[in-house]
């Protein structure tokens, strides 16, 4: 069988399932809850691909920086750059893109095109509401026109090709399929992105499971993430 990468796992619970809630969001401190199916993420994934390779012009061999926390707006921007063909790195300054929070954009400096998410608001989605940091585009507006459709997202890495820094993508997607997660699992996670290891534990890992992920931020409290653990019906904690 032909080794998957990163972003053909994604494809393969895509196409098993679209309709299935994929992702869940809370924000304890906000009251924010999202949900996407794999659909809906799927709309922003494309949308993301097509910023980065029919925008920009970037693709294989082309490095995206990715400062951002776990957050729902995170995961199309992590899967459209590895659907565009680029590695992803935490800290990269040598990158050809990065997406950035107001507060991680110092990071950035020195690349060439930057875009935001304002992950503190409880409307996300909608942006900054012309309050982007200085240098920062705002990545809501800049998806916004971009096609959306699944069909037209060409994936043109292959399992050799770079994917996390010193790792190819064959190798991320094994170790994803060998993070011991049952199939189907839905992991509800509290752990903040603070790198590629946190990248593959919460989101490529389920992913490669067939499962579904449950992100909770802003949350110390052992009876609401008990709660959130029975509402969501999750199955693994992280």
């Known amino acids: 069988m032909h080794q998957l990468t990163p972003e053909r796992q994604f494809a393969q619970l895509l196409a098993a399932d679209p309709g299935r809630p994929l992702v869940t969001y809370y924000d304890e401190a906000t009251g924010e809850r999202t949900e996407l199916s ?15 390779g029919d925008e920009l012009g970037l693709g294989l061999g082309d490095t995206a920086l990715i400062a951002l926390p776990a957050h729902w707006l995170a995961v199309p921007v992590l899967l459209g750059c590895l659907t565009a063909g680029l590695a992803i790195s935490p800290d990269d300054a040598s990158a050809e893109v990065a997406f950035v929070t107001p507060e991680s954009a110092a990071g950035a400096v020195g690349v060439l095109d930057v875009f935001g998410i304002a992950p503190e608001s409880p409307f996300a989605a909608v942006g900054f509401r012309g309050a982007a940091p200085e240098g920062v585009a705002d990545y809501v507006l800049a998806v916004r026109p971009q096609a959306d459709a699944w069909g037209s997202v060409a994936m043109p890495a292959g399992p050799d090709d770079p994917c996390l820094p010193g790792q190819a993508r064959g190798e991320v997607a094994q170790r994803a399929a060998a ?11 509290t752990r903040d992105w603070t790198g590629p290891g946190d990248w593959v534990d919460t989101l490529l890992a389920p992913i490669a499971a067939g499962g579904s992920i449950v992100f909770v931020r802003n949350c110390v409290d052992e009876a609401v993430l008990a709660r959130r653990m029975d509402q969501e019906r999750a199955t693994v904690r992280l």
């Open 38 to 52: 794999a659909r809906s993420l799927a709309n922003w994934v494309a949308k993301t691909h097509h910023l980065l």
């Open 179 to 189: 993070a011991g997660l049952p199939p189907g699992a839905r992991v509800l996670t």
